[in-house]
């Protein structure tokens, strides 16, 4: 398993603000999930990056995959209360009949109205 | 379609009794696995299985038994619980644990006192 470093992990801003958060390891990746949990909640997948480069956008949220695959951010435009909650990301470390999901500590984030 | 179902939600245990949290998923994964939540240290892996009769170690596995009789459920069994083991307990499974999503519970908060 590899050591996946998120940052900053702890994001206070103001409604409307623009934010983005980080996902880095010295290791490269295979690919790269980023998950959002609410409180009392399991988290829940919002993206899956494969390809070095890659940019994948869902609504406000744009994922971006570095060329050499060993980091990863999310950029979220004009942020919304409904956007409070602490984003992780996870990689997959598979080989030798071994398969584990192995998260960051991820950044909780707080939109104020 | 109910997903992945945890329980009980919450659970105070005392210093050295056991007990066991239920895990069942009803999407026919083969993949499944326990994780344990705690301030600043992210999720970490406690055991997984990648179908029934199959169960492995994860990063977290000390203090903790699994098995996986059924594909359906995958129970974690504390034999004699202390209070490091005070945390949030997530349940998930997916179909592929390489690049599929993988759907959590929606948690056990144990105390141990």
């Known amino acids: 398993t590899q050591l996946l470093e998120q940052s900053p992990q702890f994001l206070s801003i103001q409604e409307g603000e623009n934010l983005t958060v980080y996902c880095n390891s010295s290791s490269v990746f295979s690919s790269l999930q980023w998950y959002r949990q609410e409180p009392g909640e399991g988290p829940v997948l919002l993206v899956t990056v494969v390809t070095g480069g890659e940019v994948k956008k869902l609504k406000r949220l744009t994922f971006q995959f570095g060329d050499a695959r060993k980091d990863s951010s999310l950029h979220i435009t004009a942020a919304q209360p409904g956007d409070t909650g602490l984003y992780l990301c996870?990689?997959?470390?598979?080989?030798?009949?071994?398969?584990?999901?192995?998260f960051g500590k991820g950044t909780k984030l707080s939109v104020i109205p | 379609n109910a997903g992945v179902t945890q329980t009980p939600k919450f659970q105070v245990l005392k210093t050295g009794q056991s007990m066991t949290l239920q895990c069942a998923q009803d999407?026919?994964?083969?993949?499944m696995s326990w994780y344990r939540q705690d301030p600043g240290m992210g999720l970490r892996l406690i055991h997984y299985?990648?179908?029934?009769?199959?169960?492995d170690q994860g990063e977290v596995p000390n203090g903790y038994n699994v098995s996986r009789s059924t594909t359906e459920d995958f129970p974690l069994r504390l034999l004699s619980a202390a209070p490091s083991q005070t945390s949030v307990y997530f349940c998930?499974?997916?179909?592929?644990?390489?690049?599929?999503?993988?759907?959590f519970g929606s948690g056990t908060q144990l105390s141990v006192l």
């Open positions: 996870a990689e997959t470390y598979s080989g030798a009949g071994s398969y584990q999901l192995t």
């Open positions: 299985s990648v179908g029934a009769g199959i169960t």
């Open positions: 998930a499974s997916t179909r592929s644990p390489t690049n599929e999503k993988l759907f």
């Open positions: 999407m026919n994964h083969e993949y």
